[in-house]
């Protein structure tokens, strides 16, 4: 089945820098990349997705790229804001069931 | 749009006692539901996969008995957790999508508590 791996784990930055989180994906048949941010006791938030005849997808800071030969894909966030500490997870889906499979997750922290 | 809300979000039982968690989406029909559990600090975890009129598939080491699914319409899906243990605590989430399957909008969550 399908396997994801997410890094960093946690991730601490400046207010205003920038933050990126890389994940690999093991199955040449997904084609969807969705990322979710969680915050604490919450449901996962959708920030943005990606599929995989597109190759980066931005929504005003966030962006997503996706490299389909080597499997893998990133999120960008850039003038991070106190706001966007939260879980960070990403995902990948359509293959097998057409269910997404999740990465471990990466906990970011933004210091005023 | 692509609201999905859950209830209770909160739920304290005694152990064997059975818990009815409900996932109903808003503004939209949800051909797909999910269900998955998340422990402290840990990724989700799916429990299985429910389509409206049918059996749910559940993942491998999910206890089909143990894990009720029931999808009886496009705006509601429930959870019931039977016989519960103090080993089944965690934080539920469902999930939905409608029929052109992409994207999936999850729910607030219910964490479960048993005594």
């Known amino acids: 089945g399908e396997n994801v791996e997410q890094h960093p784990s946690t991730l601490s930055v400046q207010e205003g820098d920038s933050a990126v989180i890389k994940c690999t994906y093991s199955?040449?048949?997904?084609?969807?990349f969705p990322w979710y941010k969680q915050e604490l006791g919450k449901g996962p938030q959708l920030i943005i997705d990606?599929?995989?005849?597109?190759g980066e997808k931005k929504d005003q800071r966030i962006a997503v790229t996706l490299n389909k030969t080597a499997k893998h894909f990133s999120l960008h966030i850039t003038e991070t804001q106190p706001e966007d500490s939260a879980v960070y997870f990403c995902?990948?889906?359509?293959?097998?069931?057409?269910?997404?499979?999740f990465g471990g997750g990466t906990r970011v922290l933004v210091k005023p | 749009g692509a609201v999905v809300s859950q209830h209770p979000s909160w739920v304290i039982c005694k152990s064997g006692t059975s818990v009815k968690i409900e996932c109903r989406s808003l503004d939209f029909q949800a051909t797909t539901m999910f269900w998955y559990r998340q422990f402290p600090k840990q990724s989700l975890m799916l429990m299985a996969t429910?389509?409206?009129?049918?059996?749910?598939?559940?993942e491998q080491g999910v206890e089909k008995d143990k894990f009720l699914i029931n999808h009886a319409s496009l705006t509601l899906s429930t959870l019931t957790v039977t016989s519960a243990h103090p080993e089944d605590s965690s934080f539920y989430i469902c999930s939905a999508r409608d029929i052109s399957q992409r994207p999936e909008f999850f729910g607030p969550g219910t964490r479960l508590t048993v005594l």
């Open positions: 429910s389509n409206e009129g049918s059996k749910a598939t559940y």
């Open positions: 199955d040449s048949a997904s084609n969807y």
């Open positions: 995902a990948a889906g359509g293959a097998a069931g057409n269910k997404l499979t």
């Open positions: 990606i599929r995989s005849n597109v």
